[in-house]
């Protein structure tokens, strides 16, 4: 009985995730294999690596996959680095800490589309004003771009600054947490000694806080590759127009969009973007895992 009780407790957690993500899961890798399957008449006419070979050589998949990339090599170690140094800054000022962390904070509650609006009207030509963003180009000597419907590079950068601007309170929130939770005896030790204060961040903060790190390297890969609400926000529900989609984006648009009735092309489209998530996490947690052994 001792045995069986544990199991009994953990029973509701067990059958939710069996109905909400192992059944779907396995309903979606089956989906992948069915060649073309009919939604309406849930029929199909072979089993096969069709769809896998398809959506590989669609060029709109292509470029989703284009975008998702840059964006994740672009924004997640950016973000991490500056979410690092503002959180050092505000280490630094005990008395207002408080404070800037609540304000560094506020983006995080703001609903994303709105902070998207914002990003919009702040790039956006418009035929009343060029923006903001473009206003501070013209004082300093620059013509103006059009970030929002011009050229590729602009619209990720737009794109890429948005992210981090987006994910940057979570990530300051964490490593302040980790920063105050550094043993100061170690950092007296080393004001004793006449250690550099690049030598103690080098030697003493950074490996105590570099499980934070890495945990917001990690979920920041994962999230980055889930990258959708951003771009809609920016760009509109075209994604594929403005040359802006994601990989969920265009999972999103062959199951409902405009193009939309093919599950099987989206649930090989989710497969390859499982298997790459999966990836990019084992190799970050192998680094993590070698990175704290030494």
């Known amino acids: 009985m001792r045995k069986i009780k544990p199991w009994l407790y953990l029973l509701p957690a067990i059958l939710f995730l069996a109905a909400f993500m192992v059944y779907p899961l396995i309903d979606v890798f089956i989906y992948s294999f069915e060649e073309g399957y009919n939604s309406a008449s849930q029929t199909f006419r072979g089993v096969g690596l069709y769809n896998y070979m398809y959506v590989l050589r669609d060029p709109y998949f292509i470029q989703a996959l284009k975008n998702t990339f840059i964006l994740v090599i672009i924004t997640v170690p950016l973000s991490t680095g500056i979410a690092l140094l503002i959180a050092l800054g505000l280490n630094s000022i005990p008395k207002l800490k408080d404070l800037f962390q609540t304000i ?22 418009t035929a009343y004003s060029d923006g903001l963003i473009n206003m501070l180009i013209n004082m300093f000597g620059g013509s103006s771009i059009d970030f929002i419907d011009g050229p590729y590079w602009a619209k990720m950068f737009v794109l890429c600054f948005y992210t981090v601007w987006i994910v ?18 170690l950092y007296k030790a080393a004001k004793i000694d006449g250690t550099s204060r690049w030598r103690t961040f080098t ?11 890495f945990y917001l390297i990690i979920t920041g890969f994962i999230g980055a590759f889930k990258a959708y609400s951003d771009a809609v926000a920016l760009f509109g529900t075209d994604l594929n127009a403005a040359g802006m989609n994601t990989i969920v984006g265009y999972i999103y648009d062959m199951l409902y969009g405009n193009g939309g009735g093919y599950p099987s092309y989206a649930s090989s489209a989710a497969l390859i973007l499982f ?17 704290n052994k030494k």
């Open 168 to 185: 940057l309170p979570f990530k300051i929130l964490i490593l302040t947490s980790a920063l105050a939770s550094v043993d100061q005896n």
């Open 203 to 213: 030697r003493i903060t950074l490996p105590m806080i570099s499980p934070m790190i």
């Open 104 to 125: 560094f904070f506020l983006p995080y509650v703001t609903n994303t589309l709105a902070v998207g609006l914002v990003f919009m009207i702040l790039f956006k030509k």
């Open 275 to 291: 298997a790459v998530v999966l990836t990019i996490t084992a190799i970050n947690l192998t680094l993590s895992g070698s990175g």
